[in-house]
């Protein structure tokens, strides 16, 4: 290696290393700002599925945000974004059957995510 290339490549690792050390640093301080509080749980008729009512709320600078999650019974509740629906304003939910649940939200929500079948659940929405 020539003289004049030794000190580059130093240089080049040395900001490397200090780039991913300033990163591991700032995810594990700020990393997940958010928190998720379960505000109901219901279970399909069999109990192999867990419907999870909960609010999301990321701090100061946003509000809190109704979500709904369906997991399989032995999943755990994770500090996530729910997986199926997501609005402004306070919903409800009924398992219409095992493979078949029903979100009853109010007209005036602004919603963010309205997904129609997650883990074999097949989603109907009604807006009241």
Known sequence: MTSKLKPILITIIVIFVLFM??????DTLFGNM????????????SGEKVAYIFTRDCGATTGFSP????????????????NTFRADKDF???????????????????TYEMDK????????????
């Open 21 to 26: 050390a300033g990163k591991y640093l700032l």
């Open 34 to 45: 958010c928190g998720n509080e379960i505000v109901e749980t219901v279970p399909s008729p």
């Open 67 to 82: 979500q709904l999650s369906i997991l399989n019974k032995d999943d755990d509740f994770q500090n996530e974004s729910g």
């Open 92 to 110: 409800s939910i009924e398992w219409i059957d095992e493979k078949n649940l029903k979100v009853i939200y109010d007209q005036s929500s602004e």
């Open 117 to 128: 079948k997650v883990k074999g659940i097949k989603i109907e929405y009604v807006s009241k």
